[in-house]
């Protein structure tokens, strides 16, 4: 199992970047993944999940994710991308992907972050103007 984030960068406040998860060794379409990102000095946490049974979405309950990222798949690439928008210097972090084997998407799937099975290199994401 591997799993590759990619597509971070420097930006400058409201723009956007598509961050990409490439996989092997499992299937998008049996397990959920993950979108975590660590900003400097604070914990990693959850941003968004995937489904692998239906693509169902899930974003973390801050004000400040809901509406701006948006978490899709292409099962046939084996790719999860993090589409985000309006970018905000607090979106400055390094994002990371992860799959979990058991827990199906949803709120403690990004609360579980120490769960997680398999990470991949996390993509420096830095918001500045």
């Known amino acids: 199992v591997q799993l590759q984030a990619s597509g971070g960068g420097l930006v400058q406040p409201g723009r956007s970047l598509r961050l990409s998860c490439t996989t092997s060794g499992f299937s998008l379409d049996h397990f959920a993944i993950g979108w975590f990102r660590q900003a400097p000095g604070k914990e990693r946490e959850g941003v968004s999940c995937?489904?692998?049974?239906?693509?169902?979405?899930?974003?973390a309950d801050s004000d400040s994710v809901k509406g701006r990222f948006t978490i899709s798949r292409d099962s046939n690439k084996r790719t999860v991308y993090l589409q985000m928008n309006s970018l905000k210097f607090e979106d400055t972090a390094v994002y990371y992907c992860?799959?979990?084997?058991?827990?199906?998407?949803?709120?403690?799937?990004?609360?579980?972050?120490?769960?997680?099975?398999?990470w991949g290199k996390g993509t420096q994401v830095t918001v500045s103007s």
């Open positions: 992860a799959t979990d084997f058991m827990l199906p998407c949803g709120r403690d799937y990004l609360v579980r972050v120490n769960q997680m099975d398999y």
């Open positions: 995937i489904s692998g049974r239906d693509g169902s979405t899930y974003y």
